[in-house]
Each structure stands twice: as structure tokens, then as C-alpha cells.
């Protein structure tokens, strides 16, 4: 088993439309868990922490669930800029550490 | 500002050639990283520098040579790389070992 599962997409959802990833990992002592954004030939950019509480960024929202040890992203009111790919992050150890990153899922808004 | 910067932003080399890669942030962070990114695929971590030292080499060939000069600097001496070496390099820093902001990149070419 991968120690961080995604599924790769893609995902093509009008604009408009929710959409909701999960992503898994595999080691329950993680630590820390983040959703980032990667659009085409470019760097990942932050999107959010994710708290075992959720937490909530205007139309995104993220949730831990540590006893199924998945995480998840709502994307509410989708944009045609939200089309990018949406790479789950763990930190299994926790510290100065490596991260543990899925292979990200790709999101495509159309019109 | 949570800006790292790296330097050059595109690079073609040839396989005798000496380059290397530079990355900045001043934002104190105290964590840094070196990742290798293929198309279609998630960033590869190579190294990691905590507190100006090596403490992770995920069994990099050694053609490719990391150096911290300082804190805010970090540097990716390349050497008689391999066409397959080419790959989008990406530099991260990090406040607490887990958030991780990332620069722009170097694509890089080998012929």
C-alpha cells in the first residue's frame, strides 16, 4: 500500500459544481497534513493545513478524519481558475523532516 | 512575503557541463529542500538542510551536489548529468520542518 494514495483524476466537473477529493495515508501517527495547488509547469502553492476540527477557506473546505486516516477537500461554487492539479501532503514523522507526497488529482472546470 | 526565489529559471546543459542552481528566502525559515519533478508526476524529494545542515540524502547519485552556504541560501551543484536528469527543480524552505513553501523552479535541460 502506498503511504499516500490520491486518485489521479481526472476530474472534469462544470463550473459551478462541488467536487470533493480524498486522499489516504497509510501510517496512523502522522503528524501533519496540507492540501496544495499546482497549476501546469509551475511550483505547488500552499491551499490549506488541514485540523482535525476542518477548517474552511472561503469556497474550499478541508477535513481530517484520523480514524479512517483520510483527508479530504470541498471545493464548493467550482471556477474555471480552480483547473489545476491538488497534491495531498503528510508529514508521517512529524519534525524537520520529509513530507510524503500522492501523485495529486487533477481538476478540470469547464465551461 | 513568503517568496522563495530561485535562479536561473530555465538552464540547458550538456553532459560535460558544471552548473548550478541557486535558491534564496528571508524569511528565517530554518528548513530547506531540494525537489526533482517530473511531467505527470509529484515532486521527488533529494535533500534536506536543517539548520544549514544535511540531514536527509534520499540516496542522490552524486552528480548532483547540494551546498548551504548560509541560512537564507542553498545551492544544487550539477556535473556530468544525464539527459534523464532533465526535470523541473524545485527548492522549498520551511519555518517548522512541515509547511513547506516552494520556489518557482529551474527547468532544466540536459542534452
Known amino acids: 500500500r502506498k503511504e499516500v494514495e490520491q486518485d489521479p483524476g481526472p476530474f472534469n466537473v462544470p463550473e459551478g459544481a462541488t467536487v470533493a477529493f480524498n486522499c489516504t495515508y497509510s501510517?496512523?501517527?502522522?503528524?501533519?497534513f496540507f492540501w496544495y495547488r499546482q497549476d501546469c509547469r509551475k511550483e505547488p502553492k500552499l491551499l490549506m493545513s488541514v485540523y482535525s476540527s476542518g477548517n474552511e477557506d472561503g469556497r474550499f473546505t478541508a477535513q481530517l478524519n484520523r480514524a479512517s486516516q483520510y483527508i479530504s477537500l470541498l471545493i464548493r461554487d467550482s471556477k474555471l481558475s480552480d483547473s489545476a492539479t491538488y497534491l495531498c501532503?503528510?508529514?508521517?514523522?512529524?519534525?524537520?523532516?520529509?513530507?510524503?507526497f500522492g501523485i495529486g488529482t487533477k481538476l478540470q472546470v469547464i465551461p | 512575503d513568503t517568496e522563495v526565489t530561485q535562479t536561473p529559471k530555465h538552464l540547458v546543459m550538456g553532459m560535460t557541463n558544471k552548473k548550478s542552481l541557486k535558491c534564496e528566502q528571508h524569511m528565517g525559515h530554518r528548513a530547506m529542500y531540494w525537489y526533482k519533478q517530473k511531467a505527470k508526476k509529484p515532486p521527488e524529494l533529494m535533500f534536506v538542510y536543517s539548520y544549514e545542515k544535511l540531514s536527509i540524502n534520499e540516496s542522490v547519485p552524486s552528480r548532483f551536489s547540494p551546498e548551504c552556504p548560509n541560512s537564507s541560501l542553498l545551492n544544487l551543484h550539477l556535473h556530468a548529468l544525464q539527459p534523464e536528469d532533465s526535470a523541473l527543480y524545485l527548492c522549498?524552505?520551511?519555518?517548522?520542518?512541515?509547511?513547506?513553501?516552494f520556489g518557482p523552479g529551474t527547468r532544466l535541460t540536459v542534452l
Open positions: 522549498a524552505s520551511s519555518p517548522d520542518g512541515d509547511t513547506q513553501y
Open positions: 501532503v503528510v508529514n508521517l514523522a512529524g519534525g524537520y523532516q520529509k513530507v510524503t
Open positions: 501510517n496512523s501517527a502522522s503528524q501533519s
